[in-house]
């Protein structure tokens, strides 16, 4: 059974950082992809960013060169740094394992997520 813990969420004014962090249990974390997406309210979930398991990311539109995604694979953890932050960019951020491929099927797993707020 694969756990998945954010942290690293808050309130920061506009302009600010924030770090997020989410730490996997298991020993599936290296082998496969990594995404944090985020909630609104009112919104669908939505992806953020998410990193290969070689290391290749990607990022939507609305934080390209604002936000980085990286991961640490021997700390089976996965970060998002936010700079520059917005007060559109609140919302609950997810954290993401997988998709992880089991015959015809797949799968991925869910953090419980963290709260980021951004006051103008």
């Known amino acids: 059974q694969v756990q998945l813990v954010e942290s690293g969420g808050g309130l920061v004014q506009a302009g600010g950082s924030l770090r997020l962090s989410c730490a996997a249990s298991g020993s599936i974390f290296s082998g496969n992809a990594m995404g944090w997406y985020r909630q609104a309210p009112g919104k669908q979930r939505e992806l953020v960013a998410e990193?290969?398991?070689?290391?290749?990311?990607n990022y939507a539109d609305s934080v390209k060169g604002r936000f980085t995604i990286s991961r640490d694979n021997a700390k089976n953890t996965v970060y998002l740094q936010m700079n520059s932050l917005r007060p559109e960019d609140t919302a609950v951020y997810y954290c993401?394992?997988?998709?992880?491929?089991?015959?015809?099927?797949?799968?991925?797993?869910w953090g419980q997520g963290t709260q980021v707020t951004v006051s103008s």
């Open positions: 993401r394992l997988g998709p992880i491929v089991d015959g015809l099927s797949s799968y991925v797993y």
């Open positions: 990193i290969t398991s070689g290391g290749n990311p």
